[in-house]
């Protein structure tokens, strides 16, 4: 049998599926638990108080976080529901990463500005993280 130019021999494309799925859903278990991190950190922090050091880092860190779990996922080469999943995940992480950047930005930009276009003045409702969750579940179904 030959392999290919690099010398490795080509994985079969069944195999490749496996991997991806599996992949899927370890970023899956990841988005999962920053989510909540995230959820936590909006829902403490009491609007119109100044961001403490801690909480910058931590909010920095989670961005950090959603945006390479974000380029993990957007690589997966998955097809059928899996690729449906894949996209879905993608765009709730950036839905986080958009979040987690505009949500403290008053702290850092003009005062007065409608934050109200990203998210209601009371704590996250936890959709977005639910649906993370329940993504994962359809992915460790299919795996």
Same mark, same amino acid.
């Given at each position: ?28 278990? +990841? ?43 957007? +690589? *997966?080469? *998955? ?25 403290? +930005? ?25 649906? *993370? ?11």
């Amino acid at each position: 049998m030959r392999g290919s130019a690099d010398g490795r021999v080509p994985a079969p494309r069944a195999l490749g599926d496996v991997v991806g799925r599996l992949s899927l859903a370890a970023l899956l278990d +990841e988005a999962v638990d920053r989510a909540e991190q995230a959820e936590a950190l909006l829902t403490c922090h009491e609007d119109g108080e100044p961001l403490g050091s801690g909480e910058a880092r931590r909010c920095l860190r989670l961005r950090v976080a959603f945006a390479e779990l974000q380029r993990w996922v957007d +690589e *997966l080469d *998955l097809g059928g529901a899996e690729a449906d999943i894949r996209d879905e995940t993608s765009r709730l992480l950036a839905f986080y990463l958009h979040l987690l950047t505009h949500a403290f +930005e008053r702290d850092i930009g003009p005062a007065g500005r409608d934050r109200l276009a990203i998210r209601s003045r009371g704590p996250m409702t936890g959709a977005p993280a639910t649906r *993370l969750a329940t993504l994962r579940e359809r992915i460790r179904a299919a795996a």
